[in-house]
């Protein structure tokens, strides 16, 4: 008897679809299979709930996130300029406050 090919998560495939496609399916499957980390507690517990939602099982945190992963690498770049944007923003109305104040004391005076 021959032995029995192991083909994991492309099973159900068969011989269709072409090697590259299969390759790419099973990339995307493992990834979304295996085991997250909760952003909010640290827990390794997060599982996906729908498309671009996931859920950790143990302190019941939603976000959103990836089709197939709950973080992207285009969701880190956005995150890292929004929260760049906002400490420029504190920056300004620091700067704005500070000269208000110095032109009324200056008023005062």
Not at 38 to 45: A, L, M
Not at 49 to 69: D, F, H, I, L, P
Not at 73 to 92: C, D, F, N, P, Q
Request: a positive charge.
């Amino acid at each position: 008897m021959p032995k029995m090919k192991k083909v994991g998560s492309t099973r159900g495939l068969g011989a269709r679809y072409g090697s590259t496609v299969r390759k790419r399916y099973v990339k995307v499957i493992t990834e979304l299979k295996k085991p997250h980390r909760c952003p909010q507690c640290g827990f390794v517990k997060v599982h996906r709930v729908s498309v671009g939602v996931w859920q950790c099982n143990k302190c019941s945190y939603t976000y959103a996130g990836g089709a197939y992963t709950p973080v992207t690498k285009l969701g880190v770049i956005a995150k890292r300029s929004a929260k760049g944007a906002t400490e420029e923003a504190v920056a300004k109305t620091t700067a704005t406050v500070s000269t208000v104040e110095a032109t009324t004391s200056e008023d005062v005076a």
